[in-house]
């Protein structure tokens, strides 16, 4: 079974770690040719301290050495990187490989989920559509490439194809769950993100546990809501990819999300916040998008627009928190 990982950071070499484990015959590729050498010659990623790559697992910069005879192409670039990266791979793949999305966001412009952005550019340069399937969970890279034990939902339409995904982490310290609303778990992925941010934010504030629990659960019912109106099923929103990912992502230290929201609530500004955590956040790239789809399906998610007044127009956190404490009272359950 061969697999090419597309995307050699944190996650990128903590997915093609499990799966070399776990028997497949791994590449992985990077956009940087000095990239993929240092990690050739050192098998260590450098925000993976510790964690030993598998001789086994081969890393490459060229996309048709990356791809060839590729069973699966697993997309675990950033967001905004998702396009380019499948229009570049979308001419040496084979019709008959899966695709898997590991990366999380909505495209800004086409407001497309990831698995459609890949399939919208496979069929444009390379003239067929792809079978693709999203993974999503909580999973951080840092306890993945540990072998920390975690679990994780992959969705497709084909329920065959979605089981032989699953069956790639059979085994491992990934235990795989299959689901079939392919579109929920991906707006889960990418708007938990910037849930994430908005309870980061509150932490930096220096506010506690009761304002975290609070700020996850209407958090998720903002996303539950949207996903709704969007088709989605019910169920994912409790699930791996919904409830389960945003705990993680809104709690721990690993998180970015929550690491640069923590920051800006100190009083550094989105810029600064960003620098200093050094590695993509993916809930900044999704904050366009997830306001354009408050907008487009008529949907209040007051965190989102909380974010999107902090980190967009300059909004001072503390006035934004009493805003929201100032709402109209409202029942729980509309």
């Known amino acids: 079974m061969k697999i090419a990982v597309l995307g050699s950071g944190t996650w990128g070499v903590a997915l093609a770690r499990v799966l070399a484990l776990n028997g497949a015959n791994v590449t992985v590729w990077s956009k940087f040719p000095e990239e993929a050498e240092k990690l050739r010659e050192t098998r260590e990623a450098p925000n993976l301290p510790g964690v030993y790559i598998p001789e086994e697992i081969i890393f490459t910069a060229n996309p048709a050495d990356a791809s060839a005879s590729a069973d699966y192409i697993l997309m675990v670039v950033p967001s905004i990187f998702v396009r380019d990266t499948a229009a570049l791979f979308a001419g040496c793949a084979e019709k008959e490989t899966v695709w898997i999305n590991a990366s999380k966001g909505i495209e800004k412009d086409t407001l497309m989920t990831l698995t459609e952005v890949i399939e919208d550019e496979v069929q444009r ?7 693709t399937v999203a993974v999503s969970g909580p999973t951080h890279a840092e306890e993945v490439a540990r072998d920390m034990p975690t679990l994780i939902v992959a969705a497709g339409d084909d329920p065959g194809i ?8 059979e085994g491992s310290c990934i235990r795989p769950y299959t689901n079939s609303d392919k579109r929920g778990v991906q707006i889960c992925a990418a708007l938990k993100n910037v849930e994430a941010l908005a309870v980061g934010i509150a932490k930096g504030l220096g506010y506690g546990d009761n304002t975290r629990a609070a700020m996850i659960t209407r958090g998720m019912e903002e996303i539950r809501r949207l996903g709704l109106a969007m088709g989605c099923n019910e169920r994912t929103f409790f699930g791996l990819a919904g409830i389960g990912d ?15 929201g923590m920051l800006i609530g100190q009083g550094k500004t989105p810029e600064e916040a960003l620098k200093e955590v050094g590695m993509v956040v993916e809930g900044v790239n999704a904050l366009p998008a997830a306001i354009r789809l408050c907008e487009k399906y008529g949907m209040e998610m007051p965190l989102i627009e909380a974010v999107q007044a902090i980190i967009e127009k300059g ?14 009272l409202k029942q729980e359950n509309m």
């Open 315 to 328: 909004a001072d956190p503390k006035e934004i928190v009493q805003d929201l404490m100032s709402r109209k």
């Open 162 to 169: 979605t089981q032989k995904v699953q069956k790639l982490f």
């Open 246 to 260: 945003l705990i993680v992502t809104a709690t721990s230290n690993h998180s970015r999300n929550n690491r640069a």
């Open 125 to 131: 340069r390379g003239g067929w559509k792809p079978e």
